[in-house]
């Protein structure tokens, strides 16, 4: 019998620009099914351009969403392009966790967070007024809080920024807007919440 799965997030999860098969959260599941893992395909509340506050009332019009057997979480960069605070971030931040949690039956083993990636290090960032230093910054910043309440819950992070920076500059990472990724920079966030989803999957079964 197949794990069910709730992926919630913006235009990261929802995978603005390539198709359904190359979002992250479906090539993971896909993965975690190559290696003998039950996990269905998820469904998807995310959108392309959501902050953490309209992700709560996406949420709110959803429910009742019932309970998930994994939850993944991955969401912030549209706070940070709109020039929102960390601070800001982080309080709303931790309501979303808490109902990561609620979804996945308080389970904090089935609940994954990624951090948001950098698209300051893209060339579409490259053309914002702020500049890749100042964006890199403070989406360090948000990350950083992300982090910190992912440890004081107990939920598992992966940092998928540095890869992001790493890779950006290469455009078969990138889709055709020179901002959101390829299925090919999914395919290497996936390669590093793999491990990390077995072992919570696995240990938590």
């Not at 469904?43 to 998930?68: F, H, K, N, Q, V």
Request: proline share 4%.
């Amino acid at each position: 019998m197949s794990m069910s799965y709730l992926a919630l997030g913006d235009s990261y999860t929802i995978g603005e620009a390539v198709a359904e098969n190359g979002r992250w959260p479906v090539q993971l599941a896909a993965a975690l099914r190559a290696r003998g893992i039950g996990l269905a395909d998820p469904r998807i509340i995310a959108t392309t351009g959501w902050t953490t506050d309209e992700l709560a009332t996406a949420l709110d019009l959803s429910e009742p969403l019932g309970e998930w057997d994994f939850v993944s979480l991955l969401i912030g960069v549209n706070n940070q392009y709109r020039g929102r605070s960390a601070a800001e971030y982080a309080g709303e931040f931790r309501a979303l966790l808490k109902r990561a949690l609620g979804y996945a039956r308080g389970r904090r083993e089935r609940v994954l967070v990624l951090s948001i990636p950098d698209w300051g290090a893209t060339p579409f960032g490259a053309k914002d007024a702020r500049g890749g230093a100042v964006i890199g910054a403070e989406l360090d910043a948000f990350n950083a809080a992300a982090e910190r309440l992912c440890a004081e819950y107990g939920v598992a992070y992966v940092d998928i920024a540095p890869v992001s920076r790493r890779l950006s500059a290469d455009s078969a990472m990138l889709a055709e807007d020179g901002l959101h990724p390829s299925a090919a920079m999914y395919a290497e966030w996936t390669a590093l919440a793999l491990p990390v989803a077995q072992r919570l999957l696995t240990e938590a079964a």
